[in-house]
């Protein structure tokens, strides 16, 4: 989770736990800490939390984990103090934003705020009577270009703004409606601050400033941007605000009974005995799985279907990244065809959260590459049988790639990340085995080449590929 936390996007859940520990201690007068009233309900919501940890373990669903986890805490808080729990919904909720986006949630938001915000930015910049072509995520100011990275795509400021939704919501604001008006601010300032920021870069490139938009200049607009953003979204509750009925005040945790002594003993020991026994399941119960032959990909074919290829490798760091067991990382070329075909096979003895495949869509769009159009094929690859395959047609300047892939995966061919994520789980229950390999063909198309040779090349390619793969897999 810390190692979430430290990437870009997610600095700010450092936060969360010192806002959620405020906030209870800010109820102090209204909730008696001290008061122990604890509740089974615990115990059912800490069986819960191992139940979708040992899910997210088996699926590799890294959130699962972590929600597993934020479940175990609240089971905690039902422990100490049962029903009463509910007067602390607020903190908890707070607490809730110590899991970090799902991958591919971030994923698919980055893409969509990375156009809109480029979209936006150009607006401005052609309102000052500045020349500016933009081609997805890619805008070019004729002296320059500029890429809106995921770091630029407003993502980074929306977790923290929405953040700060709740926490000025909580302070300002009590009625629902204002409530809900005020959110719709929040992407909204997002998606203005991120503009406004590129259109004052790209403001310096053109005044020929351009070391202003460059290394420590450039994170303090970034910085100076968010707190303007955080001040505009303060100022529309406090407008918001005047227009509200007097607040109501709040509401006192009421008198309870305590719960006797022992059974309070009880409820604690038991919660500690679960967590122990489940923290020691789920860390030894991978390690039960059957793990499959030792895979030796040194005779991976050079020569397929007319092309011949050559093996590239890659440095230690990447391949740490990739938590790959074996690989092939193999480039082909024909005479008689100007494409260039990049196979590469990432290949895991086992798979769980921080060992596993995942699709390639986030390291090639992270590349600069901007998907143009995207599908499945249906190779028949004999008389009864077909395999589904991903593809993806990328474009990033005046370079083409048409991109495949599909998992291999304990006599599965899979491309549906919900699947493979669902059969990881249901292998690692009923067979013990998670095994499987990612198998990644793409092509580098020449500007010359219709899109339609190119998909019927690399579909014959795949056709002559997978008898291979179904000897080394």
């Not at 227009?243 to 719960?259: M, T």
């Not at 038991?270 to 499959?292: A, D, E, N």
């Not at 260039?340 to 600069?368: D, M, R």
Request: with cysteine; glycine share 6%.
């Amino acid at each position: 989770l810390l190692h979430r936390w430290n990437q870009g996007d997610n600095s700010y859940c450092y936060l969360i736990p010192f806002i959620f520990f405020y906030l209870c201690w800010e109820k102090r007068k209204h909730f008696d800490f001290s008061l122990l009233s604890g509740s089974y309900i615990g115990l059912i919501f800490l069986l819960f939390a191992i139940s979708i940890s040992l899910i997210g373990s088996l699926s590799s669903l890294e959130t699962f984990l972590y929600f597993g986890f934020y479940l175990s805490i609240v089971s905690l808080g039902f422990i100490l103090y049962g029903k009463r729990l509910k007067y602390l919904a607020f903190p908890f909720l707070i607490l809730f934003f110590i899991i970090p986006l799902p991958p591919f949630i971030n994923r698919l938001l980055t893409f969509k705020l990375q156009l809109l915000t480029s979209s936006f930015a150009v607006s401005l910049i052609r309102l000052n009577g500045f020349s500016v072509f933009q081609e997805g995520n890619i805008i070019d100011l004729g002296i320059t270009q500029l890429q809106v990275a995921e770091a630029c795509s407003g993502l980074r400021y929306f977790m923290p703004m929405l953040l700060l939704y709740f926490l000025i919501s909580y302070y300002f604001l009590r009625s629902i409606w204002f409530r809900a008006f005020f959110f719709v601010f929040v992407p909204l300032i997002c998606i203005v601050a991120n503009a406004f920021r590129i259109y004052l870069l790209a403001l310096f490139h053109f005044k020929g400033l351009k070391e202003l938009a460059e290394g420590f200049s450039h994170h303090f607009a970034g910085w100076l941007v968010f707190i303007l953003a955080s001040c505009f979204l303060l100022l529309i509750a406090l407008f918001l605000k005047k227009f509200e009925i007097k607040k109501s005040e709040i509401k006192k945790s009421p008198e309870i009974k305590p719960v006797k002594l022992d059974q309070q003993k009880i409820y604690i020991l038991s919660f500690l005995l679960i967590t122990l026994i489940g923290g020691i399941g789920l860390y030894l119960f991978p390690k039960t799985f059957f793990v499959t032959k030792k895979i030796d990909f040194s005779s991976f074919p050079l020569h397929i279907n007319g092309w011949d290829g050559e093996r590239l490798v890659l440095s230690e760091k990447i391949l740490k990244s990739l938590w790959a067991d074996k690989y092939v990382y193999n480039i082909y070329r024909r005479d008689d065809f100007p494409g260039i075909i990049y196979v590469f096979i990432p290949y895991y003895k086992y798979q769980t959260a921080w060992h596993t495949a995942h699709t390639p869509q986030s390291c090639i769009l992270g590349g600069g590459w901007f998907i143009i159009r995207s599908g499945e094929w249906k190779l028949k690859v004999s008389s009864d049988k077909f395999i589904p395959v991903k593809y993806m047609w990328l474009k990033k300047g005046n370079e083409y790639m048409l991109a495949t892939y599909f998992f291999f995966e304990r006599g599965r061919v899979i491309v549906s990340p919900w699947w493979h994520k669902f059969y990881l789980f249901w292998d690692g229950l009923t067979r013990k085995r998670t095994d499987g390999a990612l198998v990644r063909v793409e092509m580098l198309v020449n500007n010359n080449i219709p899109s339609y040779q190119a998909e019927n090349e690399l579909k014959k390619f795949l056709l002559a590929l997978w008898p291979i793969l179904n000897k080394f897999i």
